[in-house]
T-cell receptor, first 112, second 115 residues
């Protein structure tokens, strides 16, 4: 089983739709989590950090379920500019060092 | 704003060549990382460094080495390039304080093709 698993999509939704992505992780010791956004042929950019049960930033809401070990990202009122790949990121502590483990990403395509 | 700069956006090299990828960050971050990204596999950690002259292997270090002579610069070296090293290479940095609570900031990436 992968450490971080995401549905690869693509999710094809019309403008204005609400869409949700899920991400499951295997390391129960992880305390903080991140969602990154990556546009085609560009670098990943931080979208949201999740340190407790959840976080909300405008149209974006991230929720964390520690018991079931999954994180979700909800996007309301989708815009064309939301089209991108969304990466779920989970920290892992190994040998005294902190690393970030990236999911393979979920692709979102918003159409008019 | 954090600025992570990678020396090349696109690079074409031949099998067997020694290849250098350079990365510079301007935020005095202690931590620096090299990843490669391939379709369906996501980002995989090659090497990382938590201080000058310090390096640690990531999950896929074979065929690579790194150098960190100055805090702001972290170089990735392909000792003898092979076609399976054709990939997108991403450099990232983060501050030491805060540990796992700190996200990483990425450079634009280098799309490397080995012929």
């Amino acid at each position: 089983r992968k450490e971080v698993e995401q549905d690869p999509g693509p999710f094809n939704v019309p403008e204005g739709a609400t869409v949700a992505f899920n991400c499951t992780y295997s390391n129960s010791a992880s305390q903080s989590f991140f969602w990154y956004r990556q546009d085609c042929r560009k670098e990943p950019k931080l979208l949201m950090s999740v340190y407790s049960s959840g976080n909300e930033d405008g149209r974006f809401t991230a929720q964390l379920n520690r018991a079931s070990q999954y994180i979700s990202l909800l996007i309301r009122d989708s815009k064309l500019s939301d089209s991108a790949t969304y990466l779920c990121v989970v920290p892992r502590r190994t040998g005294g060092y902190n690393k970030l483990i990236f999911g393979a990403g979920t692709r979102l395509a918003v159409h008019p | 704003d954090v600025k992570v700069t990678q020396s090349s956006r696109y690079l074409v090299k031949r099998t067997g060549e020694k290849v250098f990828l350079e990365c510079v960050q301007d935020m005095d971050h202690e931590n620096m990382f090299w990843y490669r990204q391939d379709p369906g596999l996501g980002l995989r950690l090659i090497y990382f460094s938590y201080d000058v002259k310090m390096k640690e292997k990531g999950d896929i270090p074979e065929g690579y080495s790194v150098s960190r002579e100055k805090k702001e610069r972290f170089s990735l070296i392909l000792e003898s390039a092979s076609t399976n090293q054709t990939s997108m290479y991403l450099c990232a940095s983060s501050p030491r304080e805060g540990g796992n609570n700190q996200p990483q900031h990425f450079g634009d990436g280098t799309r490397l093709s080995i012929l």
